[in-house]
């Protein structure tokens, strides 16, 4: 039985490459040959054992590859393509999915829902921190890369593309909206750029790192506030003459940024969350209007799928956002373990990190 | 100067009936005067002293009653017409009006928007539990009533029938949802006949008190949970195999209420808060599924103006809800201070008072 | 190899109810064995040679039967079970799926769309007028049956009902509004009655035949016109003082009904178009406000897909409409001959016919 | 009485500079003194008699200027602040207005709505191609202008600008969203700059003026087609592998660009129709897959009030969209017979004049 190398949770504080056999492919699979992918910040929870995983499950969501070979049911597609997936891969024929909420698939199994079960790489089945990776319901969920494109360049599409441009579609940001981004780290950074796609004409980002905060703008966002040198909340209210922003991101995950985001928006306004939180939330009375200021929060799940994906891929492909600022480091499958310590601590300005085989 | 009598708050604790002037009339305002007004559960938060308005003020925002004088600027009503006002009355001309948001309107002074800003009745200017009301933007705000309707039939419609059926609009229902309602007191009624209106076809409603439930099968509750029988969360998800509800409405505005509305939820679900809340709210982590469950929670204040009004009066005129039943006691405004008793404590199965000069 | 009955068609003119081959079953697929079913204008329309299929395709594509057989890849659903199927079957895995439009769907070799691409059965693949059908993609298309309900009950789901609602629910009707429905055959009905779910409250029904009319009363409509005692267009302008209506659904596919649908349309309504049209249409340019009067026209084709079915079941389970009354005519599937006669002819007052094998 | 300047119509053919008195100013209204304003296609179909007004009228009804004087009940603004009103002047409490329609603002005399109701300006009230014009319903339709734009940084945003985005918005164009764009006139151009502000990543835009075709380049035209030189539909239809476009966006009023948008649309795509066509329509049956489509027809008279005009002015000042191209040509007012006469027959490139007092 071939062999192949993969990235493996073993416990807590522990993700090493190890090898393990290439994977069988049934009816509706296609396996893929990783070419890139990446690590994102959900891994590194996996890592510090702040979300659950299997032992011994290959990490990773987000692949770039060639079609190795497909399942007996597939149709559609050849061998040898050059595809992504999305990082949420949907079965197409679920409850959820045919009720317009696929990224919260339930299973063949069930007729009803399922939170974040449409999340199955590197949390349910084996991810693409690999040689090679099992794509399940591969007619939903691979979508082919045009030759003109770089593997680097559509290596944000799966998760963090679809997940900050979701943070905006989600907040329904019309032409000529106020927005806010709270965090602008990769997921942050894409919702700015995301934002603007949308027509937002003011958009305000916030940060603590004068880097990232230099790449928002590039991404879109007019106005930059590092949080060490304005307290951003008054900032903004100031700048907005004490109206508030039409549409707020969340894009960190802690009780500060949520709350922050709810304390600028306007009376009507929506707060689009796309943090993972790890602690119960805070509502506070005030700023919420006791419950009668029209508002709405809204959360969103990396949105996958092929049209999503060919979607996502037509915005690289028209030039609208350049995301490959995005990655500042590469490494080979072999040291990504050595990529895990770089991207868990931060270091050297890392946004995102290139993994090749 | 001709005098009126009027239910004005005094100091926490005291709404008593005195006399005022009759208001004068400026050129978009229209002098009502009442002939049927209620009392609402706001009302008795500003009587306890828990929400704060001027002293002197008139309380009521529920007004039914005939035009006695219309401003010189108002045209298309006549002295003498039937009619009815929301219990929110906005402009029509501010940025929050014209951006549909307008029960957040801002004033005629602001660029922007304030919360709770377009509730002025027995709140920012003198209400209607009194002979005369002065409605302001006239033109904005007036409804004819149909004479075939009585003042009863249409009581409704100001405060507790936007509301109620607003927590249905906000919470998008579609034919064929599952609609968990917490709470049956009359906001709570109206939101389950409006969760019927929109097409939801298995409704179960939460209360405590065995008549409300009784009212609410009525109003379209498929199945209704008195709280002290079962726990309403699990009973829920027992009777929806593990799903959980489309849209949950919180009718009360207590973190018991909002939580279990929250638990019931389905991935993808909406959480449609009506409630006005005395304290922060905590958003449980697991029952938010970390952010990560494409969740949505909206919050409404009752939409008023005079379209609002005619489509709700539209909706008692074709028969298709009948809350006449809501009404339970039936009081003369000399009275009032007695009706505020009664309501207050909620005796006798109390739901509305109908008052009347 | 096994045989099965079928009604087939021959020519235009002519179909015959032969015996063809029992067919195999793919991985995707299930047999149905099919306890009852019925017939459609459309059929008629195959029947006249208006619309055409291949020589020796089955016709029909309303199905409610008793899974025989499921193919290999097929999870969820057990041999044995009742259950329907739409009469558009979405793969659940195309672009049109996953971009919000399942019934357009291009099917597997296509990244696009196909115009009524999702319409298979009696169209591009053997159709369930006969002893079996095999249902493509059955864990996106299969809806159980609960026990409670009998075949007739939702002998309606797969085709008629959904379309009707779907007039309705594209034309996105709001509480309150004021609706017009032209032509109140089975599809007209069921849009009155998916006007009426969805929150109308007035709804005026337009047609020529007298019985209908009394059904269409049962269904929701609160006004019904009879086209040969009164001029609709003129009729519906008095009854709604020159206002017009909110939403114009129009249920035949003709020139007249189109445009005394648009006639009626109030500035800002909606026409929400179901009829199958058989010539050019025309916009007259003064109803059209020579394009300036923010109308919008829609149309929908028959939304297929489980989850679908689920929500219009629960619409009969619920008792909220009850579309029994439409089946008025009962055949046997060996005198399939004789109901397409009747039908065709739309003799006795035949709304539906249930074929029973 | 003092006395202004005006273009007035006298007879078909004939729009003279004339003089006649400036207007009172009654208790809601505005007088502004112009300081710049434009001509409009639609002025032209007045001039040649293809749109009936009242002789003696002015016309105009693109307003840039400096409040001379506020009526008694106007609050919120300060005479000599420098604003713009929208070529639209919705009253703000109309039915209309209030349900969501304002530009089919019936009037304070009726509950209903008026096709092209809202359109006052030139219309059925005095226009703004004179020194001073009366800005009705000031209060919702006034909108201060930054001092760091010009007048004609701004003389889009009344009518051209927001006609242009509306056929954008109306079309409800999403990320990654396929587009056409038929005609590049000054309309069609802002519909090809509202596209790309929506987040359309394919832009096709057609006409049959190179120079034109070049302007549409720099407004986000990612291809442009010259129906001189091929067959737009074939050709977009080629572009898309036979797919066709999300959206397309009808610029100009003619059956041929009508037809050739349905024809380019994708099944469940959207036709977006901004043309005032002069003629009756015809939808051929085969584009319009014979009602089943699942397509959708919108038409969107340009959106007015001060809401609006903020956001247009907010566009234009965050530098995302530089419309200051589209002024080819300038003229006194004294002069403006001689722009009608430019303007009407498209003479020397001419896209847009700018008419100064």
Not at 241 to 266: C, K, Y
Not at 291 to 307: A, F, M, N
Request: proline share 5%.
């Amino acid at each position: 039985m071939p062999r192949m190398k993969a990235a493996i949770f073993v416990e807590p504080g522990r993700i090493v490459l190890d090898d393990k056999p290439i994977p069988d492919v049934g009816a509706l699979d296609a396996l893929i040959r990783i070419t890139t992918t990446t690590i994102c910040g959900t891994d590194v929870h996996i890592l510090k054992g702040e979300y659950p995983v299997a032992k011994g499950l290959t990490i990773g969501h987000e692949p770039v590859g060639v079609i190795e070979k497909l399942g007996s049911a597939v149709q559609g597609f050849t061998e040898g393509q050059r595809v992504i997936a999305g990082a949420i891969t949907p079965s197409g024929h679920s409850a959820a999915c045919l009720c317009g909420c696929p990224s919260q698939d339930g299973g063949v199994n069930r007729t009803g829902f399922q939170a974040m079960g449409g999340w199955r790489f590197g949390n349910t089945i084996d991810g693409c921190q690999a040689e090679f990776v099992l794509v399940p319901d591969a007619m939903t969920n691979l979508c082919p890369v045009p030759d003109e494109l770089t593997d680097e360049q559509v290596l944000m599409c799966p998760d963090i593309m679809s997940t900050g441009f979701a943070g905006a579609e989600s907040g329904r940001i019309r032409i000529g909206d106020i927005v806010a981004v709270f965090a602008q780290g990769p997921i942050g950074l894409c919702a700015t750029a995301g934002a603007k796609m949308s027509g937002a004409t003011t958009i305000i980002s916030v940060d603590g790192i004068a880097g990232r905060l230099e790449v928002s703008r590039r991404c879109g966002a007019d106005i930059t506030l590092n949080f060490h040198d304005v307290d951003p909340v008054a900032e903004i209210m100031r700048l907005t003459d004490g109206r508030g922003v039409d549409v707020a991101i969340e894009a960190l995950g802690t009780q500060g940024t949520f709350e922050s985001a709810l304390r600028v928006l306007r009376p009507g306004g929506t707060l689009s969350s796309l943090g993972v939180y790890s602690t119960d939330l805070t509502i506070p009375l005030g700023a919420f209007a006791a419950g009668l200021g029209d508002h709405r929060i809204v959360t969103s799940l990396c949105p996958g799928g092929k049209e999503r994906m060919r979607r996502l891929i037509g915005v690289i492909r028209s030039g609208r956002v350049d995301l490959s600022a995005m990655v500042t480091h590469r490494y080979k499958l072999d040291d990504i373990e050595a990529a895990y310590d770089l991207f868990a601590h931060q270091r050297d300005g890392v946004l995102k990190v290139a993994i090749t085989p």
